[in-house]
Nanobody, 118 residues
Framework: QVQLVESGGGLVQPGGSLRLSCAAS????????INWFRQAPGKERELVAT????????YYAESVKGRFTASRDNYKNTAYLQMKNLKPEDTAVYYC???????????WGQGTQVAVSS
């Protein structure tokens, strides 16, 4: 089992920054990668970024490329999503998801709300 606890969301003005955290506990050695998803009201959940647990590879959706940066700290068993130059369309609940090295069991964080508004 892997438990994920997210934090760092909040209200920010357009152009502002936030850093989301996704703290993992339990069988963290089984994590292969972390996805960051977001879901805005009335919209489908969208993959925003992915980072391998080793940190050697990343993926970003076109809508956030150049503004968002995924990272991780293996000593703290925590993944981060640094978000800069935030736009109103970035408003959503953000979730992290842990993908395993083997098997199909994935784990989700509880979500954290990000609101971008003046």
């Amino acid at each position: 089992q892997v438990q994920l606890v997210e934090s760092g969301g909040g209200l920010v003005q357009p152009g502002g920054s936030l850093r989301l955290s996704c703290a993992a506990s339990g069988r963290t050695f089984s994590i292969y990668s972390i996805n960051w998803f977001r879901q805005a009201p009335g919209k489908e959940r969208e993959l925003v970024a992915t980072i391998s647990w080793s940190g050697t590879s990343t993926y970003y959706a076109e809508s956030v490329k150049g503004r968002f940066t995924a990272s991780r700290d293996n000593y703290k068993n925590t993944a981060y999503l640094q978000m800069k130059n935030l736009k109103p369309e970035d408003t959503a609940v953000y979730y992290c998801k842990a993908n395993p090295r083997s098997g199909s069991q994935t784990y989700w964080g509880q979500g954290t709300q990000v609101a971008v508004s003046s």
